[in-house]
């Protein structure tokens, strides 16, 4: 699998922490922040998920039924 390189910059507290973390567990600093991201991710999926149904209750949004959908797709 390829692997892509990323550059961004930290709060120099958070790349402390991070150098700490990655020192104390042996782990490569690029393996934690995937991990973390990751985690992260899924968090923000559960948001994410959470204001879209807020949006159906207060009628900004609205549902599609599946069967629509599938009709629509030729399915």
């Known amino acids: ?8 910059t930290l ?5 402390d922490e991070l150098d700490h973390v990655a020192a104390e567990l042996k ?3 690029s393996h934690i922040v995937e991990k973390a ?5 899924d968090a923000l999926d559960i948001k994410i998920a959470d204001k879209r149904m807020k949006d159906v ?8 039924p599946a069967e629509e959908v599938y009709k629509n797709l030729g399915l």
């Open 11 to 15: 709060d120099r507290d958070v790349l």
């Open 27 to 29: 782990e490569k600093k």
């Open 57 to 64: 209750k207060e009628g900004k949004s609205k549902l599609i």
């Open 37 to 41: 991201l990751t985690l992260y991710f």
């Open 1 to 8: 699998m390829s692997r892509p390189k990323a550059v961004f």
